[in-house]
């Protein structure tokens, strides 16, 4: 088996992985992914008990118990740079032998579920609303910096895009959430396909100083198409990448938007803060009953 060299798995002293600053039994197989460190707390002040507690950096992770799962919470800044490295390093510390620097010849597969805020595209979707994204296009380059196929979807997506005259400054890729965690947490929530752009400002049309080449035009053309029957529903900065990877790496990844933004009829959430506590509120009651069936059927 193939050895790691150590400039390409960075392993701190204390034997915790380099950015993360993790061991590899301080993570759980269930993760909660957040952009804000602060809303670390702010999850695992829902968890029944807090067993590890663990930053460096922007990167925030909490560690414990839901009912009777284990569960842990990761703050992963912002962009999908550092995705990159979260779920990198994530993978890693599951599936790497850090002794050895070899990979397990037994794979460890991973729920990554993301919670974070996001603007919605289109005009009927309400403010503070909940959605869930099915697929995701990415208008960053990360995935392709790796190894994978272009597949059949990202052809067709690419050829629709070309006949709705819709120019963009960059190659997009097409990514899919995981069907199974789609299918069991997202009754009664909206879902759609998600943009996750490299910035916050020109890469989703917004002009302060700056004029942005992401026009208005090019906005109301994206939020126009309809791809498998689902619309182009919102903007971020994260889900691309996160399912991308995921897919790769054979985790189950699920994106889930608190929608504080809606850019069809510039609007903005009266209560920000309240709209993300309602996400992490109902996703966790979800995601505890998803773990309980699980349980039940391995037992049975």
């Known amino acids: 088996m193939n050895h790691i060299p150590d400039s390409e798995l960075i392993i701190n002293p204390d034997g ?3 950015h993360l600053n993790l061991l590899p039994e301080q993570i759980a197989q269930t ?3 957040v952009g804000d460190p602060e809303r670390v707390k702010r999850v695992s002040q829902c968890f029944d008990k807090i067993e590890v507690q ?6 925030i992770t909490h560690t414990g118990q839901l009912g009777r799962h284990r569960i842990s919470v990761i703050s992963t800044g912002i962009g999908p740079d550092n995705i990159d490295i979260t779920l990198n390093e994530l ?3 599951a599936n790497i032998d850090f002794a050895t620097r070899q990979k397990k010849a037994q794979k460890t597969s991973l729920k990554i579920i993301r919670f974070g805020t996001s603007g919605g595209l289109q005009a ?3 403010i503070d609303s909940i959605l869930l994204s099915s697929h995701s296009i990415g208008l ?9 196929k272009n597949i059949e979807e990202e052809k067709a997506l690419l050829k629709l895009m070309t006949e709705n005259g819709i120019k963009l400054s960059v190659t997009p890729y097409f990514s899919k959430g995981n069907k199974y965690l789609l299918d069991t947490l997202g009754k009664g929530f909206h879902q759609g396909i998600t943009l996750t752009s490299p910035g916050f400002y020109a890469p989703q049309g917004r002009s302060l100083r700056l004029k942005s080449l992401m026009t208005p035009e090019t906005l109301d053309k994206l939020a126009g198409l309809s791809f498998q029957q689902a619309k ?3 903007f971020e900065m994260e889900t691309a990448a996160i399912y991308g990877l995921s897919e790769l790496m054979g985790h189950e990844a699920l994106s889930c938007s608190a929608l504080i933004a809606n850019r069809a009829n510039k609007t903005f959430s009266q209560n920000p803060k309240k709209a993300v506590d309602d996400l992490i509120e109902v996703m966790l009651e979800r995601i505890e009953v ?3 069936a699980e349980l039940l059927k391995k037992r049975h």
Request: charged share 25%; hydrophobic share 40%.
């Open 16 to 18: 915790s992985i380099y």
């Open 31 to 33: 993760i909660i992914t």
């Open 54 to 59: 663990v930053s460096k950096r922007e990167f």
């Open 91 to 93: 993978d890693a510390l």
């Open 124 to 126: 009927d979707l309400p």
């Open 140 to 148: 960053d380059n990360l995935l392709h910096f790796y190894e994978r």
């Open 232 to 234: 182009i529903s919102n």
């Open 290 to 292: 998803m773990l309980d």
